[in-house]
């Protein structure tokens, strides 16, 4: 390349040379998508894992009786209703 094609190209570098600030983003960006990557593949595998053991648990959950907050859903209901009714 001759010196002409350096100096061209210098000129239509928008940015210029990469400061440290610059550079510590771009690798912790690299650094943050493989902590990404890491973090889902173990959440799939761990839940994989998981899922044949749910289904020995989910005959317990379905004989437990319902939360308490579905009661006081149907309480707070009912209420409305009466209060509608009163108007």
């Given at each position: ?5 350096l ?20 690798y ?22 998981e ?14 009786p ?22």
């Open positions: 390349m001759s010196t002409d094609n100096g061209v190209a210098a000129s239509l570098d928008k940015y210029g040379e990469e400061d440290l600030f610059s550079m510590l983003v771009r912790g960006l690299f650094v943050g998508a493989i902590f990404q990557f890491v973090c889902i593949s173990a959440a799939v595998l761990m839940s994989s894992n899922s044949l053991d749910a289904g020995e648990d989910e005959g317990r959950l379905i004989d437990e319902a939360p308490a907050n579905a009661n006081a859903r149907r309480l707070h209901k009912i209420r409305k209703l009466e209060k509608k009714k009163r108007r």
